[in-house]
C-alpha cells in the first residue's frame, strides 16, 4: 500500500545483494504516525521479508524528528465521531482501535522481523516513535535525539511495547521513574542506559552514511559483524552534557524508590506503593547546590504534579503486569496481550485521555479535569476490572 508519508529506497550493495531503506515523511507534523503510515509500512516489510534479495532494512526519518508518537489530534477527533456516530460499544469498529491494533502490530512484526532492521533517530522520539524505535536489532541515534513516553500527561499511559523496555533496564526503579514523570532523555542518557547503541552527529544523514559504510566495508554478506563494524566506524564519542538526567538526578530517582515494592501482588497493594513514589517524588528535596539539578527536578515534579491519577495508577499497573511476563512471552506477544488490552479499554473509555488531549493540545489551557484529583481517590479495585 503507497502512501506519501512513507517513502522506501533500495540500495545495491552487490550483485544481489540490497539494503531497503523505510523513511517517515510527514515532517511538518514531527513524522506523527497514522493508520495508513503503519499500514503501508507493514506492507513494505512484509513484501521486503519475502524478497531473498533484501539483506537488511533501515528505518529513518526526514526533517527535524524522527517521530513525535501518533498523530493524537486525530485521534482525539476520532474519538468524538465514533460516539456521536453510536457505536460506544464496538470499539472494535472506530478508527482508534484499527490504529492502535495496526500500529502494535507493525511493532511487533519489526521485534521478531527475520532480517536485521536499523533504527536511526534524530530529534523527537516519542511515544510510539520510541516504540517503532526500540523494536529495531541495530539502534544509532542523533546527539540531537530526545527520547521520552510522556503518556501519562495526556490521560493515557506508555505503550507500544514502553513497559517492556521500561521493565528491562537494570535500574527497574529508573524504569518505573520515566514511565511515571514522563521525562525527556538526552542521546548520551539513551546510550548510557541501552536504549540506543550508538550516537553519531547530528549533521548529515545518517541513513545513507551508514549504507555507504557498509558497501566500503562488505566483503561476502551483510551479517552482524559487518552491521556493528560500520556502525561503530561512523559513531562518536558521547557527550555527558550538563543536563543528562542519569548524570544529574540518578541518586535522587533512586531515593525516591528506597523501600518500594515493584512487584506488588494485587492493585490495592500497587495503590499503596504508587502513592508512596508519588510522595517521595513530590518531597524529594535536591541536597547539594546545583541550579541546573534543581531546575531539572522541579520540571520533574512539575509532571508528576500534571499528570493524570488514573493515567500513573494504569501506567504502573501495566509495567507490573509487563515485567510478570517477560520469561514467558516475547516481545509481540506482551504488546497484544497487556498494549492493545489496556489501550481497546482507554479508547472505548476515553474521557481521561480526550481531556488531556483537549487540556494540552487543543484548547492549551492546561488545567485538564481529571476523572481523580489524586492517586488516593482511585477505587483500584474497581479500575483493575474495568482496564484489566
Known amino acids: 500500500m503507497e502512501n506519501k508519508y512513507i517513502s522506501t529506497e533500495t540500495f545495491i550493495v552487490k550483485d544481489n545483494i540490497f539494503i531497503g531503506l523505510i523513511s517517515l515523511s510527514k515532517p511538518k507534523q514531527m513524522n506523527a504516525l497514522d493508520m495508513d503510515m503503519s499500514v503501508s509500512i507493514r506492507a513494505k516489510l512484509t513484501k521486503w521479508k519475502d524478497d531473498p534479495n533484501i539483506k537488511l532494512i533501515i528505518i529513518t526519518s526526514i526533517g527535524s524528528s524522527f517521530c513525535s508518537g501518533g498523530d493524537i489530534k486525530k485521534l482525539y477527533n476520532c474519538f468524538s465521531e ?15 482501535y484499527k490504529f492502535i491494533e495496526n500500529t502494535y502490530k507493525l511493532i511487533g512484526e519489526i521485534y521478531n522481523f527475520p532480517k536485521p ?18 523494536a529495531t536489532k541495530y539502534r544509532i541515534s542523533s546527539t540531537s535525539a530526545k527520547f521520552a513516553m510522556p503518556e501519562v500527561s495526556i490521560g493515557t499511559y ?37 536504549f540506543t547503541d550508538h550516537i553519531f552527529s547530528a549533521d548529515g544523514n545518517m541513513a545513507y552514511e551508514i549504507i555507504g559504510t557498509i558497501k566500503r ?19 562518536i564519542k558521547p557527550n555527558f552534557d550538563e543536563n543528562s538526567l542519569i548524570k544529574k538526578a540518578s541518586l535522587e530517582i533512586n531515593s525516591c524508590f528506597d523501600s518500594v515494592d515493584l512487584y506488588p501482588n494485587n492493585e490495592t497493594e500497587a495503590k499503596k506503593q504508587l502513592i ?32 493524570s491519577p488514573l493515567a500513573l495508577f494504569l501506567t504502573f499497573r501495566h509495567i507490573n503486569k509487563v515485567s510478570q511476563s517477560q520469561s514467558s512471552m516475547d516481545a509481540s506477544e506482551i504488546i497484544e496481550k497487556h498494549d492493545l488490552r489496556l489501550s481497546t479499554k482507554i479508547c472505548q473509555y476515553n474521557y481521561e485521555m480526550k481531556e488531556g488531549v483537549r487540556a494540552l493540545l487543543i484548547d492549551k489551557d492546561k488545567s485538564p479535569k481529571w476523572s481523580f484529583k489524586s492517586v488516593d481517590d482511585i477505587d483500584e479495585i474497581q479500575i483493575e476490572k474495568k482496564f484489566f
Not at 514502553?162 to 521525562?183: C, P
Not at 551483510?222 to 559513531?235: H, M, P, Q, T, V
Open 158 to 194: 506508555p505503550d507500544a511495547g514502553a513497559g517492556l523496555f521500561f521493565s528491562q533496564l537494570d535500574n527497574k526503579a529508573l524504569g518505573y521513574f520515566l514511565a511515571l514523570t514522563g521525562v525527556t532523555i538526552s542521546s548520551s542518557d539513551a546510550l548510557l542506559i541501552g
Open 217 to 235: 566495508l562488505f566483503s561476502e554478506e551483510i551479517n552482524d559483524n559487518l552491521i556493528k563494524k560500520s556502525l561503530s566506524r561512523i559513531s
Open 117 to 134: 532492521i536499523i533504527g536511526v533517530s534524530h530529534g523527537i522520539t516519542m511515544g510510539i516513535g520510541m516504540g517503532v524505535f526500540m
Open 82 to 96: 465514533y460516539e456521536n456516530a453510536g457505536h460506544k460499544n464496538d470499539i472494535t469498529s472506530s478508527y482508534s
Open 276 to 307: 508512596k513514589i508519588i510522595k517521595n517524588i513530590k518531597n524529594h528535596k535536591i541536597n547539594y547546590q546545583d541550579d541546573k539539578a534543581l531546575h531539572l527536578w522541579q520540571s520533574i515534579q512539575n509532571n508528576i504534579n500534571y499528570s
